[in-house]
């Protein structure tokens, strides 16, 4: 039977369907089973042209004991039906309309990324009540994205899967940790995470490439960081697993972020999480 989860609905010509367990969520296709059957099992390897990309691959998955995922990106797009460009924009008006024009620079103003918005400010007003409102604005704006965010494909089920063969997954994100949990809570996730989900806080100067959440999530969860495994879709996520010394696996939904990524110094990068799932399944197990 094909449903829809709460608090996730997705209306219009992009409507997004999911298998009652969750298996993938990608648009209908007339794909038949031996068309399945037929792909390469490692096809969403972006770089599957490197013959020793699979291996890389097989060696990251294996070597991970605890999995940490960034939010925005691999496993949902938050964003996808509450822009985050208007968001960026709604927050540079608020700035503006208090009469605080000059305290963005061009650049910034232009960013259209609510993050680099926050961040600007704090590096000016540190710990002051005007980036306490902004960020906290910028939490109300997240929250209702979250009840519009598109489920990233084959997500959720490689989260039950890591989950059921003994990974451990933590969440380290610049996101609201608030909009975090009703995400994975809406999509029945939250019991895989939960209590290990470090996100945003007042301490803005820490966000992601600084691998303050990261060292977070290792501390609690007692994890070497060579025994941890980042998977991210920014520079910002691939520079702060560098820095906390873990290894880091690349998403990357369309060739631009694949560019991105690989610019930043990414080498193994993903256009799917199918790969990592199909690895997961075949496995022998111990």
Known sequence: MVRRPLGNHHHGPD??????????????????????????DLSGLSDFGDPDAPNELRELISGARVVLWDFDGPICRLFAGHSADRVARDLVEWLE??????LLTEPERESLDPHAVLRAVDRRHPGSDLVAELEAR??????????????????????????????????????????????????????CFAPHIYGRTQQLSRLKPDPH?????????????????????TPSDFHAATAAGVP???????????????AA?????LSSLEPVLTLLRTAPQA
């Open 15 to 40: 409507t997004l369907l999911v298998t009652s367990d969750a298996t993938q969520t990608e648009p209908v296709t007339h794909e038949t089973d031996n068309d399945r059957n037929d792909r390469n």
């Open 265 to 269: 110094g990414a080498t193994v990068i």
């Open 213 to 233: 959440c990261i060292n977070r999530a290792l501390n609690a969860m007692g994890a070497a960081p060579d025994s941890a495994l980042m998977i991210g879709d």
């Open 248 to 262: 880091f696996l690349g998403y990357a939904r369309n060739e631009k972020k694949e560019k991105i990524l690989q």
């Open 138 to 191: 910028l939490t109300r704006e997240e929250m209702l994205a979250a009840s519009s965010a598109w489920p990233t494909a084959y997500a959720d089920p490689l989260i039950r899967t890591w989950t059921a063969v003994g990974s451990r997954p933590a969440i380290a994100t610049n996101n609201s940790p608030r909009v975090v949990r009703k995400y994975l809570a809406d999509r029945g996730l939250l019991g």
């Open 97 to 102: 309309g208090r009469g605080l024009h000059g």
